[in-house]
């Protein structure tokens, strides 16, 4: 899965001036808690000069997911960034 984080994620609220974040109706909470929890892989994708967050802002549903290799997606360097992230996705061969 991956995690697209713009620099003001951490911000949006909603109608009533509430961080969307800490709703348990945020879907985007719901769908990364939910990989989180199942194991399935995340990867933080910053966008826009994101900066990953600290643990101690996100929910407590979400605070391993600083503990997740975060990859760049930046517009002056997007091919080779894509790259990056297409190669992040590729399954590991085993021996």
């Known amino acids: 899965m991956l995690a697209l984080i713009g620099p003001h994620w951490l911000a949006l609220e909603d109608d009533q001036g509430r961080r969307k974040l800490d709703g348990n109706k945020d879907y985007v909470r ?9 194991d399935i892989p995340v990867i933080p994708v910053l966008i826009h000069g994101a900066q990953m967050p600290a643990e101690d802002d996100l929910p407590e549903d979400l605070k391993s997911l600083t503990r997740r290799q975060a990859l760049e997606l930046r517009h002056t360097r997007f091919a080779s960034d894509a790259d990056a992230i297409a190669s992040a996705l590729k399954p590991r061969c085993q021996a």
């Not at 719901?30 to 199942?38: D, G, K």
């Open 30 to 38: 719901i769908e990364i808690a939910s990989a989180l929890r199942r």
